[in-house]
């Protein structure tokens, strides 16, 4: 390939510019030898003409192929030169916005100075585990790569981060050593992590400051060691330090700031802590307002002290020791204002004594005040002979004092470092480490001193380091592959170390200066002159005998001498630091001692060298002037030490650079850039890899990417290689430019674009024909369409004529007759108007003279009426004046005679006689009353005597019954001396029943009605809510279509967010279960490790140990106490009110709980209400079905009598267990066995008690069957028909009436209440039978009675309720209807969200009410369940008995012997166990089980099983086995998933089993919401005494436990396999195409890191998990909701790395995702999962993929992927955009104007800032009820398991 062929037309160049250094240019005329330019057109399209020099023979540099643009490694350009590397990294970063790229082995860093959203912790994990260059450059593959070859190779790494100030290099070392905390966290949770990161603001503090190139430039170099144990986790770190900048503490340049500890201090002096130092404002000091401005735009000094604070205090730092550091700090600043006074006539110097400044500093640091005003002005000179004290200059005092500030605060400075290295320190032995170094890179001022040179001289070192591992590297490529090594020339820059640091150099020469009494800095610069003048590196300047120049392998650098000396001795008097060690401060004093020995030996990792690491800065010795070591050979000693150590490590280089010296995000100065580039290395890298072969091609991509330049006879053969070269042969002539290796082909630079080129001729001759050919066909057809339009248009052309044609004469022939019409009707209406006139002015004449007439007939008329009526008036008026005279004369003369007469009266008032008359009435009823009270005597009197002779009656007849009575006994010999008792008492009762019927019926009857009238008001007032509802929703509706797109959205969307704060609500509380579940993993691992500390022995932990300590916080509460609320509440308040707030678990326990009891108590009164009807129906039909009465009656008596002793015997029973336990805890109360036996024996006690109801209720039961079957045999047998007295018929009133169980029962009770408090009632066949039948009847009376009243008090209450809810309503609704008329005035945005406010505010107003309803119902449900355990019972064993007794006994059997007989049961679903085999059972089923032993039998057989034990000690009542029981399957459960954490198959077992327990817990807890589809045989078995909903609540969190296990199992499998299987993987062969490879991409696939997966692969492995759960019996809608979350974690893992990788955003890339996706989306719809939202899950990854294949140009295009993309973000798609890169050159990158009018549409959206999806998010798991068909009795146990111990029951 000749020059010829490459300077050809079109091909685009390189020529300098003196602005933009570098332009490229298209050549317009090809060139030949000879010429003398090149005709070129620059980028304006103006003409250039580029003069060429023939006899250097040097042609411009020809420009890259578009394809090679952007590349992520500058090494696979295939020109690799300065313009291509400056081009390559201006583009990406001002056009992509990339700040990193990869050169080589070196990572270029670009400050971008802005924020970028790709440091999240989201960005670590995508990069941890990555190859380095399957990813986009960035400072987390570097420390990826460091971090794996550090666990591979098990060598110690380094990461070298250089450049210049401002360019990024802390915050590129803090982000590395971020990814170390982060990957490599540290196990032991001793915060090392934090720590390590903790230390960066303390340094940051004491060692950056403010330049006039960054804000926060370090001044001073450091290397940070991050040590690891065998397992990689972070143990410990240490730091050494290079070169602080003490300079900076005295002085600053203009617009510079001096350290920021000083202006944080200043800032936050205000401080009551801080009152003592005597601070002021920054500007009052002169140490640190030198520069200028004393402030940071954009930095809160106050708020990083507090961050610097927090620093120390974290790293352990005390804080006496933390004010003591800013006490030292203060005391220098108040140093620099010392008011040094010269006095007159000589050059001595003073300092007065009564210097503020000069007390402030002596008082912070504790020293003599006088004696340090004395030694700042003098000097000691020690001689042989004697000491003098001399005075000192004005020039000597202030150069005096400045050092001892800078030594104070080096002193300090290194201090502090040793602190932060002791709290890094670790006592684990270190495996291998991971440096970090962080220094100052080549550094060229105007003004250069020795900070500079010492700075330029590291970084010589440092650089000549670099190229030897590049040239290394290069060399080991070469013998790997076979490849003939060639000597490159690469540049060496030991000369110029040896200028320095080598014997008689220029340290050297410097140290000798400063040991001569009187040397200058003028004298070290002339002895350079005389030495090293003839050095090819070293030179004088023209103009200047104080200063020199070297040539430093990036760039010139002169260097003024003035300052070298003193800056190099550092000198600080003895008599300074001796008052500074006499200290009161102990820490001020012990700065200032001699250190005693070197920091501890830092280990290193195996396989390598052994190097001692110290402390950079050694050990400070004190002389009698000055110290001995000087600054620079304390410098190069820790230089050398650097060196050793980085030369034992394997380096990684990140090289900084500064884009602009203003600041500017993303602004890009060339010039600038280059100065960098070839300062840091960057182009000596591209230099050295252009020299030998940089391009290297696999001979896979190879032949994919060049196949088409191939012949089909050489594509058949099967040997690749051979393919390859013979193709090369032929295309490249000259065998010099490339080289075969062992799997690599090597290229020379400039190949890889020949044969681009090669490869895009091809294409476009192949484009052409097919343009061609396509063109052709097009026209083709365009002229078939036309033809075919054209006769067609003619055809209908001619139609159009014919029938307008047609139309015209249909017209024509229509106007004539409507002419003919029209005219006519034209002279009908003329003559119509002409008559209509006449008859009109006819009718008007006629009416006129009719109306004349008629007026005046009326006028007459009304004369007449008004003459009647004046008439009438006037006589009327005479008559009314005479009537009124008449009556006032009759007025006058009756007055007259009344006054008469009222004399009279009054004259015989006065009179005797008058009180005579009134007297003769009061006699009258004297008398009267008189024979009142005589009758009412007589009556007395008589009723006195009926009732003597009732009483007599009375009596004789009660000696008759009794006479009966025992004639009755006595011919019944015994058997039913009873019967006649109790039929009496029958009869009594029944008459006081019927009469407490009569009343409850009268009372009921007015409740009804009270209640049917609340009612009809309730329904009205509903009707009246339904119609004020109605005219809301008319009124929202109306509102809704005022803007009706608008609100439907923001209800769309309200909905929606509500949906996500429920789901994240969700998701906090399962996230707090799975940190509760790793501090209880914790807590296990430290109780091992306890266990172990202890007893080195095998120990066995109980069995019995509960669980549930450590699930709650509160003391686990009895199952027999949960049912009670009360009992619940009065517990919260017995642990305490604190302990109970925070107990979340006691809380929803409760909340869930009045759910519960809401369910129960609707559920029990319907079944009492159904037991009431069967008991009826079963009484009638025993009335039918009585027959064998006397053998009936017998044997219901002796068991009555048998149980009745029984009853005895368990009271006696109690009574000596009560007072045994009285006496053993009287006497033992203080010890705790006898706690425990006391606790044991109330236990016992309580089962006792429990006991002695139940027989309570059986004797009840007894005895009203004997008295219903005493009744039916009196009715049968008609015994008292020959009683006279009793009618036959009435002998047994209401003896038909149904008597009510429960009345009877509580007549009963009240009897045996009375029987108790009376004394010696004896027995009901005994003498007083008929009190104790008075006594139980008026306690039944009583009874009732106070029945009625509680309920017509409730019925009061609920009436009141009711008008108080009836009142609220209409309050209500005068509110609604005040809030929607205000509403009406609003906007609509402000009247939907008013019209929210209120619905939330309505919503939890009735949640409130409704949670008071529950607390109120509580109360009686535990009285419910009671009654209707009672009513069970009652039922049960009457129906027990009726089958009992045998149908045919005789009366001769009377005599029998009693037996209670038991009927075989068949098994009902229970089994037993004994308390010593419950380890056995654990053990056999679930700690050694395994899920294969169960394979074939019933799924989750383990749970059924464990169910059915827990029924048993439900039906045992054992309230301790049922908490043993649970307790250790919850444990044995938690001890299996701990064993096998990284099972799938087990996990998922267990989760099926913990699943189906907890729906069993649920289906058969007896609630009726869990009952809705269970058979009756399922309600049978029923827990009966437990209420285990805390156990479920347990449960629960154990099922969301082993669901994010098994999530993170089945993640940890599939992710390794993502990537490659959907992202990478061919699925269509042929479509993508292979890009040039770089120095990361070839080195990282090599072929043993090669580790692919096809979709196939995933499929597979996701069938295996679907038979898994399938097989196990796991709930459809859990393994929904289990490929719900690894859909995502597919869909995030991959989106992440599209979102890292440029290489697979191609159009091709794009269409094979969206293909594999289509299979991912076809194996969801064959295994039926589409219901499950997992496809929902790919929707960002199908988008993402949609927008790889969307056109890219228009403004169009921009609407449509912006409509499209909605499912991401705006930075996503952004960042897809920069990412995209075509495969071929045919194809178009995206413009930056598209992307800028993308960014412009996109920005009404509200993204989040984050770049990556957190693809370790859990979505919150919900375990829905789901009942088994499968009863307990038809579950077999198989022999397998080992289970013979367990008994059906």
């Not at 090679?68 to 020109?79: F, K, P």
């Not at 008004?866 to 009314?880: N, P, S, V």
């Not at 069957?1265 to 009793?1286: D, T, V, W």
Request: aromatic share 8%; net charge neutral; with cysteine.
């Amino acid at each position: 390939m000749s020059t010829v062929q490459l300077y050809t037309k079109y091909t685009r160049v390189w020529i300098p510019d003196p602005d933009e250094v570098w332009r490229s240019a298209e050549i317009v005329k090809d060139y030949k030898e000879g010429d003398k330019s090149l005709q070129l057109k620059l980028e304006d399209e103006t003409l250039y003409e580029y003069r060429l020099d023939l006899q250097g023979n040097e042609l411009p540099l020809l420009c890259n192929p578009d394809i090679l643009v952007r590349e992520n490694d500058l090494t696979a350009l295939s020109y690799l030169h300065e313009p291509a590397v400056l081009h390559n990294l201006k583009v990406r970063f001002l056009e992509s916005n990339f700040v990193y790229t990869y050169c080589g082995i070196v990572l270029v860093a670009i400050n971008p100075y802005e924020e970028l959203p790709i440091y999240e912790e989201d960005a670590i994990y995508a990069y941890s585990g990555q190859n380095m260059g399957d990813m986009d450059p960035h400072i987390f593959a570097v420390a990826e790569e460091a971090y794996k070859q550090m666990a591979r190779d098990e060598k110690n790494q380094s990461i070298i981060v250089s450049g210049e100030s401002g360019a990024g290099k802390t915050v590129s070392a803090k982000y590395a050593m971020r990814f170390f905390t982060t990957v490599g966290g540290s196990a032991s949770k001793t915060n090392i992590e934090a720590k390590v990161l903790a230390s960066n603001p303390i340094m940051e503090a004491i060692g950056n400051a403010r330049t006039t190139r960054n804000d926060n430039s370090s001044r001073f170099g450091k290397y940070i060691e991050i040590g690891f144990d065998k397992r990689y986790h972070i143990i410990g770190a240490n730091m050494r330090t290079y070169l602080l900048e003490k300079s900076r503490v005295v002085f600053q340049a203009e617009h510079e700031r001096n350290y920021h500890i000083f202006y944080q201090l200043c800032a936050s002096s205000s401080l009551p802590e801080f009152k003592d130092l005597g601070l002021t404002c920054a500007e009052d000091f002169f140490y640190i307002s030198q520069g200028g401005d004393t402030s940071i735009s954009g930095v809160d000094d106050a708020d990083d002290f507090e961050k610097t604070r927090h620093a120390f205090t974290l790293l352990g730092v005390k804080e006496s020791h933390q004010m003591t550091i800013f006490r030292i700090i203060a005391a220098i600043l108040h140093l620099g204002n010392l008011e040094i006074q010269v006095e007159r006539g000589s050059e001595a110097c003073s300092l007065s004594s009564e210097d503020e400044h000069l007390k402030n500093f002596c008082g912070l640091l504790g020293v003599e005040l006088s004696q340090m005003q004395h030694w700042l002005c003098n000097r000691k000179l020690v001689t042989t002979a004697e000491t003098y004290v001399k005075n000192m200059s004005l020039h000597q005092v202030v150069n005096a004092r400045n050092a001892l500030a800078k030594h104070i605060y080096a002193q300090l400075f290194n201090w502090i470092v040793q602190h932060i290295n002791k709290a890094l320190h670790t006592t684990v032995k270190q495996h291998s480490f991971i440096g970090v170094l962080d220094i100052y890179g080549f550094e060229t001022f105007e003004v250069n001193s020795f900070e500079q040179f010492c700075i330029n001289y590291a970084n010589e070192k440092l650089q000549q380091q670099f190229n030897l591992h590049v040239f290394k590297l290069e060399q080991e490529e070469y013998m790997k592959e076979g490849i003939p090594w060639t000597l490159i020339d690469f540049y060496d820059n030991q000369p110029c170390i040896d200028l320095i640091e080598a014997k008689l150099g220029i340290l050297d020469l410097l140290d000798e200066e400063c040991k001569v009494p009187r040397g200058t800095d003028q004298n070290w610069a002339q002895k350079l002159y005389d030495r090293h003048g003839s050095s090819q590196h070293f030179q004088k300047p023209r103009m200047s005998n104080t200063s020199f120049i070297i040539l430093h392998f990036a760039d010139k650098v002169e260097y003024q001498s003035e300052g070298f000396l003193e800056k190099n001795r550092d000198t600080v008097y003895e008599e300074q630091i001796s008052i500074l060690k006499a200290s009161k401060y102990p820490m001020v004093a012990d700065l200032f001692h001699e250190e005693k020995g070197a920091v501890p030996v830092t280990p290193v990792g195996k396989g390598t060298s052994k190097i001692s690491v110290r402390s950079a800065r050694p050990a400070i010795k004190a002389a009698n002037k000055e110290h001995k070591k000087t600054v620079g050979h304390q410098f190069r000693n820790s230089l050398h030490l650097l060196m050793e150590t980085l030369n034992a490590t394997t380096p990684h280089y990140v090289r900084c650079i500064k884009p602009n010296d203003e600041k500017l995000p993303f602004k890009f100065d060339p010039k600038r850039a280059v100065q960098q580039l070839r300062a840091c290395g960057v182009l000596e890298t591209v230099r050295i890899s252009a020299a030998g072969f940089p391009s290297r091609w696999s001979y896979h991509d190879f032949l994919k990417r060049y196949r088409v330049l191939m012949k089909k006879t050489d594509l058949a053969k099967n040997d690749k290689k051979q393919i390859c070269k013979t193709l090369l042969e032929d295309l490249i002539k000259d065998p010099d430019k490339f080289q075969f290796g062992h799997t690599k082909i090597f290229f020379r630079a400039g190949q890889v674009a020949y044969l681009e080129k090669l490869r895009a001729d091809k294409f476009r001759a192949a484009i052409i024909m097919i343009e061609k050919t396509v063109r052709g066909w097009l026209q083709r057809v365009k002229y078939q369409r036309l033809r075919q339009a054209t006769v067609v248009l003619q055809r209908y052309t001619r139609g159009h004529l014919a029938r307008r044609l047609a139309e015209h004469l249909r017209r024509t022939r229509a106007a004539i007759i409507l002419q003919k019409q029209f005219r006519m009707l034209r002279i009908r209406r003329a003559f119509q108007r002409v008559r209509n006139s006449t008859i009109t002015i006819q009718a008007f004449a006629r009416g006129m003279f009719a109306r004349r007439t008629y007026h005046q007939i009326l006028a007459e008329h009304k004369a007449t009426i008004l003459q009647k009526y004046a008439r009438g008036w006037l006589a009327r008026t005479r008559f009314h004046r005479v009537q009124a005279a008449t009556i006032v004369l009759q007025c006058y003369y009756r007055r007259m005679k009344a006054r008469q007469q009222l004399k009279a009266l009054r004259i015989e008032a006065r009179s005797a006689q008058h009180l005579k008359k009134l007297n003769v009435g009061m006699e009258n009823k004297v008398v009267q009353l008189q024979r009142k009270i005589d009758e009412q005597n007589k009556e007395y009197r008589l009723l006195n005597e009926q009732l003597s002779t009732l009483t007599s009656a009375h009596s004789s007849e009660v000696e008759k019954l009794k006479k009966e009575l025992l004639q009755y006994q006595q011919s019944q010999r015994g058997d039913g001396n009873q019967l006649l008792s109790l039929q009496e008492e029958m009869e009594h009762l029944r008459l006081e029943l019927e009469r407490a019927h009569g009343e409850r019926k009268v009372v009921e009857d007015s409740y009804m009605q009270e209640k049917d009238l609340l009612r009809k008001r309730i329904s009205d007032l509903e009707e009246e809510n339904a119609l004020l509802k109605q005219e809301k929703e008319e009124l929202n509706s109306r509102i809704l279509c005022q803007s009706e797109d608008e609100f439907a959205r923001n209800a769309v969307e309200e909905n929606i967010q509500m949906k996500k704060e429920l789901e994240e609500e969700r998701s906090r509380y399962q996230n707090l279960v799975k940190e509760y579940s790793s501090l209880e993993q914790r807590y296990d691992n430290l109780r091992d490790e306890m266990t172990i500390i202890k007893a080195p022995g095998h120990r066995r932990n109980p069995s019995n140990q509960s669980s549930l300590e450590s699930d709650s916080n509160n003391p686990s509460i009895s199952s027999s106490d949960i049912g009670d609320t009360e009992d619940v509440i009065q517990q919260v308040e017995e642990i305490g009110m604190e302990k109970a707030a925070m107990d979340m678990t006691l809380f929803l326990k409760l909340q869930k709980r009045v759910r519960e009891l809401e369910l129960a108590r609707k559920k029990l009164q319907t079944q009492l209400e159904k037991k009431e009807q069967e008991s009826k129906k079963s009484q009638v039909i025993e009335t039918n079905t009585m027959t064998s009465e006397q053998e009936d009656f017998a044997y219901n008596s002796l068991k009555r009598q048998e149980l009745e002793s029984e009853n005895k015997k368990l009271k006696n029973e109690l009574n000596e267990l009560r007072k045994a336990i009285a006496d053993r805890a009287t006497q033992n109360n203080s010890s705790n066995d006898v706690q425990d036996s006391y606790n044991l024996l109330l236990n016992h006690l309580k089962a006792a008690n429990e006991e002695l109801e139940v027989r309570k209720e059986e004797v009840l039961i007894l005895r009203s069957q004997i008295m219903k079957a005493a009744q039916q045999k009196e009715m049968g047998k008609n015994m008292l028909k020959e009683r006279e007295s009793i009618p036959s018929n009435a002998s047994w009133p209401n003896s038909d009436r149904h008597v009510d169980q429960e009345d009877a029962i509580e007549a009963y009770q009240g009897m045996c209440e009375t029987n108790r408090k009376t004394e010696d009632w004896g027995y009901l066949n005994e003498d007083g039978e008929l009190g104790l039948a008075y006594q139980g009847l008026k306690q039944v009376a009583r009874l009732l009675e106070a029945q009625l009243q509680d309920q017509r008090r409730k019925y009061e209450e609920e009436m009141e309720g009711l008008r108080n809810q009836l009142d609220a309503m209409q309050e209500e609704l005068q509110k609604q209807q005040q809030a929607s008329l205000q509403t009406l005035q609003l906007s609509p945005e402000v009247q939907v969200e008013l019209g929210l406010q209120q619905e939330i505010t309505r919503l939890t107003n009735e949640n409130l009410d409704l949670k008071e309803l529950v607390e109120k119902l509580e109360k009686n449900e535990k009285k419910l369940k009671k009654q209707l355990k009672i009513y069970m019972k009652k039922v049960q064993d009457f129906e027990a008995s009726q089958t009992t007794l045998p149908a045919d006994r005789r009366p001769h059997d009377s005599n029998m012997q009693v037996a209670v007989q038991r009927k075989e049961k068949d098994f009902q679903g229970m089994l037993e166990y004994y308390k010593e085999d419950e380890p056995l059972l654990i053990r056999n089923l679930i700690t050694d089980l395994k899920p294969q032993a169960v394979s074939a039998t019933v799924p989750c057989l383990p749970a059924y099983i464990l169910f059915m034990c827990l029924r048993h000690a439900d039906y045992i009542n054992d309230d301790q086995k049922v908490h043993s029981l649970l307790t250790s399957t919850i444990n044995g459960i938690k001890k299996v998933l701990k064993k096998h954490h990284d099972d799938f198959e087990m996990t998922s077992f267990w989760l099926a089993n913990v699943c189906r327990l907890l729906h069993c817990l649920k289906q058969y807890s007896g609630d009726e919401g869990f009952m809705t589809q269970n058979t009756p045989k399922q309600n049978e078995h029923c827990l009966k005494n437990f209420d285990l909903t805390e156990y479920r609540q347990v449960l629960s969190h154990l099922s969301i436990q082993i669901y994010q296990q098994l999530i993170n199992i089945a993640q940890g499998i599939l992710q390794p396999m993502t990537v490659s299987a959907v992202l990478e993987n061919e699925s269509i062969q042929g479509l993508s195409g292979v890009q040039p490879m770089g120095y990361r991409k070839y080195i990282s696939n090599s072929p043993e890191a090669d580790t692919s997966y096809s979709l196939d692969n995933m499929i597979r492995q996701l069938n295996t998990f679907h038979s898994i759960m399938c097989d196990q019996g796991l709930d459809p809608e859990i393994v929904q909701q289990v490929f719900k979350q690894i859909f995502y974690m597919i869909n995030a893992v991959t989106l992440n790395n599209l979102l890292l990788r440029k290489d697979v955003c191609s159009w091709s890339t794009g269409m094979q995702l969206r293909f594999n996706i289509s299979q991912l989306e076809e194996w969801l719809h064959g295994k039926n999962l589409q219901q499950s939202g997992a496809a929902q899950t790919l929707v960002p990854l199908i988008q993402a993929a949609q927008l790889l294949q969307l056109k890219k140009k228009t403004s169009e295009d921009a609407e449509a992927i912006c409509s499209l993309c909605t499912s991401l973000t705006t930075q996503q798609i952004v960042k897809i955009l920069n990412l995209y890169t075509p495969v071929n050159e045919f194809e178009e990158r995206v413009t930056v104007a598209f992307i800028r009018n993308i960014q412009m549409h996109l920005q009404e959206r509200n993204d989040p800032p984050q770049l990556l999806l957190d693809f370790k998010h859990v979505f919150p798991v919900s375990f829905p009820f789901n009942p088994s068909s499968i009863t307990m009795d038809s579950i077999h146990l198989p022999a397998s398991l080992n289970l013979d111990f367990l008994n059906k029951v």
